[in-house]
């Protein structure tokens, strides 16, 4: 094998973004010969083979590198150049092709870059967005089993990083797999004499980088820790998450699904610093989706004009019935979207949550329903209103309130576990697609139950 | 005077409920008098009739009691019965009356009560409910200026008490005023014979008991601390507040908020916990008002009966217009509503929420009126839809949309304003809150522009 011939095909492949190539023609490759053949490369076009190797070859390299080129390497990575190459690729690819860093890898990376490389390099981390892996920082203590109290804390006076963290420091073993988590306190009390094995209880809390940060969220709510480690695949500690940088996840979650159960994109950016035509943009997709499927609603009239030629008053209360559907359908979605975002509710309790919505739908729309039927009556008894059919009139908005209050609750309330199961955000079904979807359903509601009271009087 | 008969009083004062008489009758008592008189009085009783003392009396007359009967008094406090004496009080009454509690007591009373007692005596420290008084805990470590590094840390050992908030120490001094807080890792590096005082920078950040638990939030996005101390109106340490209590805070916030948004009063408990006819009925309070609301667009149809008489098809495009209006209004004011709730927005920035809004409306009035306007068109063409007159109808759907539009996002992003203005939550202008508002005023406007453009024609 011609080494020369191949680092030409390697530069090529990466112009052509021929991934899997790369990844087929390296794989079996000593990874000391690899190191060798990278030498000559550019740092970049050696970062983004370097990144495309799998595993435990790309940890086999990366010891064979000198130190500096070492360095070179994961600064390199942490150029937009280099991670613009990995972005262009689809989300399918990235994960089948990016298997998770090394252990060692990740630990110098998070160490050597600043907070700001560390969020463009976290994109080559092939971490997914919303992941604790992109939440990580390098900040944190380790000590090993075997340390007397006094040389762990001489260890931790020398390296303790930053203050915040120091209230937890983690316990690995020889093979930098996390152990254990022991307290500050635990140490200082301790004597200087005595091994941390002696203080370990084997009993932690911790997270995977590849675990959702909505998990994380949790977690932290259940521990009452201020930070928690994060391991790789194989239990190597590789950093913590702590938990300021978790309320500003929290924070940002809930204003994302703010913004999407208000009917918009979620804005990602500050209102008062988002630029108007991008607001405009976030904010017409969704008005005019449910501005296409309200035309719906101009289908159905239509398709009722006859009737509300013969009873012009039927149409009076067309906006009357069909909002109160779409309200208690946008109570019932924002209270399960919520109860899903915060975990209280999972999908396999659809069922449980489907008989709460009828007997609470049966109920509003029984109270919406006397209203709507006293209202009229009363109005027609006081001046006369709605002619000389009022009571049939009255019956039909009373019915027709039951059956779409109903109706929007179930809708409301099914549809966020609809969206979630074909893994879409539940968020998305804001307040008024739900109010869109049953104003279309109620008119039908309303005009059937029209015709089964009304027929042979009005109708 | 004759002690004796000022027991009787008290008693009957206190069943009463006569706190103003009360507060009038001891204020000018020498604290060591006021004791006395207290001794054969119930630990209750003695609980009420202290925490109606102005605070400096309180301070005086605690410091008189033995240490077991402080006990007592304080253990009263924590229960249900004296609770709720004071939680029959109107809120105007308990600011007026209530002063804040001397620091040693509330210290005192942090440290002795568990968990849950706590709960019960928060309503007794008169700290109001969304305060950071609430939330505070006794597990913090103070040390004193001139102590040496080397006995402050014996003092940690011994009484530090809770390591999750080990990661800073609060320095006093003598009138136990909070002047600086120290990092733990800065004692470990210092020399044992250094002075506290040569460690202090006077730099730090404190919440007051009294502050609102959203500012609290805020403190800890922008310091990135574990634990934030808590000082009374003179600055003296009485307790910690962790981040960790925030990030329920924080969620807590923002599900109230959206259940508000989704057009329900908050539940305040967890959806698959809540009780049926619990729910019902805070989901009907809501439900009912804008049912009731939403009953003025009855009214509003009813005005203009003559004219759908005359064109039944403007009744058909009533939904889609109205429906257009409450969309974007719903939009604006959930973003509005999250910007507030993140202090993005303030009340002053009223008017540049206005410009941004007149224009977003604008432009997306514009889109949606298009879209309207080529429908109806195209449906007349293709299909021989809507009469003789489709091209007016097509004019007076698009230019209804561009009117509605604009005003359902002006009056949208300008309701929360006026909540907050008012002393309400903002969160109150919920999604359907504000479509029921805009679906009348956007009859309205539909039929006006019907009215000038369709007049000698359809109308």
Redesign the interface.
């Known amino acids: 094998m011609n080494p020369t011939l191949k680092i030409i095909d390697l530069k090529a492949l990466v112009s052509a973004r021929d991934f899997n190539t790369i990844r087929e023609e390296t794989k079996n490759w000593p990874p000391v010969d690899l190191a060798e053949l990278m030498e000559p490369l550019s740092a970049e076009m050696e970062a983004v083979i370097f990144r495309l190797l799998p595993r435990d070859q790309a940890a086999g390299v990366f010891s064979y590198l000198s130190e500096e080129r070492q360095k070179e390497l994961l600064k390199a990575m942490a150029r937009e150049d280099v991670a613009n190459i990995f972005n262009a690729m689809s989300p399918d690819d990235r994960t089948s092709i990016l298997e998770e860093l090394p252990a060692t890898v990740i630990q110098q990376l998070l160490s050597l870059l600043s907070t700001e490389e560390r969020a463009v390099a976290s994109q080559l981390l092939g971490y997914a967005e919303d992941s604790v892996g992109r939440l990580m920082t390098p900040d944190f203590v380790r000590v090993r089993t075997e340390w007397t109290i006094a040389y762990a ?1 001489d260890h ?2 020398r390296y ?1 990083k930053d ?5 937890s420091i983690y316990v690995i073993d020889e093979s930098n797999k996390l152990v254990d988590d022991l ?4 140490l ?2 301790a004597q200087p004499t005595d091994l941390i094995s002696d203080l370990m209880d084997f009993r932690f809390v911790a997270l995977k980088a590849t675990d959702n940060r909505e998990k994380a ?1 949790e977690e ?2 259940l521990s ?3 930070a928690l480690p994060v391991t790789d695949a194989e239990d190597t500690l590789i950093g913590i998450v ?3 940088d ?3 996840v ?2 940002e979650e ?2 994302e ?3 999407k ?4 994109e979620a ?1 990602d950016e ?4 988002i630029g ?1 035509p991008k ?2 943009q976030k ?2 997709t ?3 989706i ?3 499927s ?2 719906l ?2 289908t159905a ?2 398709q009722f ?1 006859h009737e ?2 013969k009873a ?2 039927l ?6 019935v ?3 559907g ?3 359908g ?2 019932a ?7 899903m975002a ?1 975990g ?2 999972t999908l396999k ?1 659809w069922w ?2 489907m008989r ?1 919505e009828f ?2 739908g049966l ?2 729309g029984a ?2 329903g006397v ?2 039927f006293v ?1 009229i009556s009363v109005w027609a008894k006081l001046f006369g ?1 709605y002619g000389e059919h009022w009571f049939l009139l009255a019956l039909t908005v009373g019915f027709a309130l039951v059956g779409i ?1 109903l109706w929007g609750s179930l809708s409301g309330s099914m549809l966020p576990f609809i969206l979630r199961r074909a893994g879409l955000d539940p968020a998305t079904s ?3 697609f739900v ?2 979807l049953v ?1 279309v359903s109620g ?1 039908i509601i309303y005009f059937s139950v029209a015709a089964a009271i009304l027929k042979g009087t009005l109708l």
């Open positions: 804390l931790i006076r303790g203050s915040e963290t120091m209230s307290r500050i306190r635990q200082l009390l969220v932290f709510k009452d820790l201020n702590t938990v300021d978790i309320l500003d929290a924070e809930a204003t699904d703010i913004h159960i208000g009917g918009s804005l500050p209102y008062m610093k108007i607001m405009v904010r017409a969704w008005l005019v449910l501005f296409i309200e035309m609603t101009a009239m239509g004009e509300i030629a012009v008053v149409s009076i209360f067309v906006p009357l069909i909002s109160s779409g309200n208690s946008s109570q979605s924002t209270l399960i979207i919520r109860a915060l209280e509710v309790d449980r949550v709460r007997l609470s109920s509003l109270i919406l209203i709507g209202r209103s209050v804001s307040a008024p109010a869109t104003d008119l």
